[in-house]
């Protein structure tokens, strides 16, 4: 299997419509081939058409793309890949603009890809946070339209960080209220609540925390009804939280920093997509060079979705709607171990 861990060593290994075709391949039937019409297993590739192949018993085509988010694309292979690499890569990822640039292609086109390839940045075999976990929520401001002005709204975010101890590298509770000295941070979450109540810091606690771990937080009182979890509110009288809860405070103020730096603020209509992408960058921002394979990989296995629902609008060439369906809102990682 082609490895990419370089500029000049992905140019080489995805030079041609071919060799990506073959890296989906892999991805997609890493036990081999089987026919989706009749289960027999000889194929052939068609020589022609890179994606697809040819089942040698039943005589069926099936494209390498086919119930993925390539599904249907026009674009190149060569191109999805360049922009999966381009935007894992990249120290900062890469807006549409900047996309638009690199690829040559329009910016509707450059903006589509880039949504698309955030929506696979979630693992949907992710394994929740577990052992010693920082709960805290932020407001982050967002941009209306194109322009970013200074009194743009604020959306409320809420974020889950597991504490490791440095020399043990593993999660350690401790005590009540005891302090945890000489720690770094482990995997993060994070999602759009719609407020800062009970009901929703619980539905995001649940889908993205182990139960049993140890929840250090500012003692809202949203949280001491949590059942399931070991409750330690760090915040005693006046001690500001991002003392208690360094970790959180510091993926947030990289969260704020990147989405200003990057996308000149997030849009509230997408916030849930950048904030896959913040996720799936933080936790392999120590395995950066081979975190475009992971995505490749997510791709493969990922629904397709279509321009509609990535608006988030209906279709209006289509009269009953599928309106509401959307989601996405919890995020992760998986494999790394950062
Ligand atoms: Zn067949």
């Not at 069926?60 to 060569?78: F, K, W």
């Amino acid at each position: 299997m082609a490895s990419a861990r370089s500029l000049s060593q992905f140019q080489e290994a995805f030079s041609d419509e071919a060799s990506c075709a073959a890296f989906m391949f892999k991805r997609r039937w890493p036990d081999g081939f089987v026919c989706p019409a009749c289960g027999k297993r000889r194929v052939a590739a068609l020589k022609s058409r890179p994606r697809l192949h040819e089942c040698l018993d039943c005589g069926r085509q099936t494209s390498v793309t086919a119930g993925t988010v390539m599904h249907r694309s026009r674009l190149p292979l060569t191109t999805w890949f360049w922009a999966a690499h381009l935007m894992t890569t990249h120290s900062n990822g890469m807006s549409a603009l900047q996309l638009q640039d690199q690829l040559g292609v329009t910016y509707k086109t450059a903006w589509l890809l880039t949504q698309k390839l955030r929506r696979s940045m979630v693992n949907p075999d992710r394994e929740p946070l577990e052992g010693v976990v920082e709960v805290d929520q932020a407001e982050i401001a967002f941009r209306e339209g194109d322009t970013f002005s200074g009194n743009a709204g604020k959306i409320l975010v809420i974020g889950a960080v597991e504490v490791i101890e440095r020399d043990t590298n593993q999660a350690k509770p401790r005590r009540k209220h005891a302090k945890y000295l000489d720690t770094r941070s482990g995997r993060i979450r994070l999602a759009m609540i719609a407020d800062n109540s009970a009901a929703s810091i619980e539905a995001f606690v649940n889908a993205n925390v182990k139960r049993g771990a140890t929840l250090l937080t500012d003692g809202h009182k949203s949280y001491p009804g949590l059942t399931g979890y070991r409750h330690d509110p760090r915040v005693v009288g006046k001690m500001a939280a991002h003392v208690v809860l360094p970790w959180i405070h510091r993926a947030f103020s990289l969260l704020s920093r990147w989405s200003l730096g990057t996308y000149h603020g997030l849009r509230r209509k997408h916030v849930d997509t950048y904030l896959n992408e913040f996720v799936f960058r933080y936790n392999r921002r120590y395995y950066r060079h081979v975190s475009f394979e992971t995505l490749l990989a997510l791709v493969a296995d990922k629904e397709p979705a279509s321009y509609w629902d990535i608006i988030k609008r209906d279709n209006p060439r289509k009269s009953a709607s599928q309106a509401g369906s959307m989601p996405l809102l919890h995020i992760d990682e998986p494999d790394s171990a950062g």
